[in-house]
């Protein structure tokens, strides 16, 4: 059986990763910093990161021939120092993995790693990171791409494009909207105009196994290739709540990307994976 060591496996998108890491036959071993109990699907791991020794140890116990790495900060906190560990972190986790026989990694990056530009953002454009969390993602991914070349280790690198699903932290603009209206408090939108490429985070999970599970190497994108407003995104949420009422749009101008699409042409015609939720579907589930 396919031996895979997950990162992030209980965050927004780690969490969702596990089925369809088991549907697609891995065995499947979760690193992380709380105290879950393993199941007959999955065998959680306490690692921290940041311990090179407690990481080192964990892949000598499970030698994987797979890794999917997704743990970084959280939300908002694109300049904190914090981006630095996880940098260094990722690249000793990396060695750890190749020393105790990893074949395929796969790591998740950002569309912000592209830098301030309107039109669709494609594979072959040059990286300009627009802060220090994606200036750090944009460094491991140079990194670990030498060293994965320099080792015969396959590599991925999917960035991710503007995840929503079933959120928590009231800083991303999924949950922050739904709260409120479930609250029956009104919802102010100064930026209704942006555009973004909004994708699912089941699709985001399907997406990055099928990617995992394949020889395509180097970036891909992690998106649906399509335009929605922040304005259109919004009031689907509200729609589907039946309180369009409660949401006010009041524009104003915004130092951010005013479109952020990528272009998935990579991720449809070679990982072979198109998302399979509209965003009304997906916003049925996430209201359950």
């Known amino acids: 059986m396919k031996k895979v060591i997950l990162t ?8 969702q990763t ?8 891995f065995k499947v071993y979760v690193m992380t910093m709380g105290d879950e109990v393993s199941t007959g699907n999955a065998t959680y791991i306490k690692a921290n990161l940041f311990d090179k020794n407690a990481v080192d140890k964990m892949f000598s116990d499970v030698q994987p021939e797979y890794l999917l790495h997704y743990a970084w900060l959280s939300t908002g906190l694109f300049n904190d120092n914090m981006n630095f560990d996880f940098l260094t972190s990722s ?10 026989g990893g074949k395929r990694v796969v790591m998740a990056g950002t569309y912000a790693e592209y830098g301030y530009h309107n039109e ?7 990286a300009e990171p627009i802060n220090i969390y994606s200036q750090c993602k944009d460094f491991v991914h140079k990194i670990a ?5 320099n080792n015969n280790v396959s590599f991925g690198w ?23 209206l479930s609250a029956n408090q009104e919802v102010v939108i100064r930026s209704g105009s942006l555009i973004r490429d909004y994708i699912y985070t089941k699709d985001i999970a399907a997406a990055f196994v099928k990617f995992l599970d394949s020889n395509v190497e180097g970036v891909v994108n ?5 335009d929605t407003s922040i304005h ?7 729609q589907a709540m039946g309180k369009e009422n409660l949401v006010v749009f009041n524009e104003q101008a915004s130092s951010q990307q005013v479109r952020v699409v990528g272009d998935s042409t990579r991720l449809n015609k070679e990982v072979g994976f198109v998302p399979q939720y509209s965003i009304e579907e997906a916003i049925t589930e996430i209201l359950l």
Do not use: Q
């Open 8 to 15: 992030g496996g209980t965050g927004l998108i780690g969490t």
């Open 18 to 25: 596990i089925p369809y890491l088991l549907n697609a036959g």
């Open 91 to 100: 690249i000793d986790m990396l060695k750890s993995f190749h020393k105790y």
């Open 120 to 126: 669709t953002l494609k594979e072959t454009m040059p």
């Open 145 to 149: 791409e030498v060293y994965c070349y």
């Open 158 to 180: 999917g960035r991710i494009f503007s995840a929503f699903g079933k959120e928590k932290d009231p800083r991303r603009l999924t949950s922050d909207v739904i709260n409120h």
């Open 222 to 226: 992690i998106c649906t290739g399509k």
């Open 232 to 238: 259109d995104y919004v009031m689907k949420i509200a």
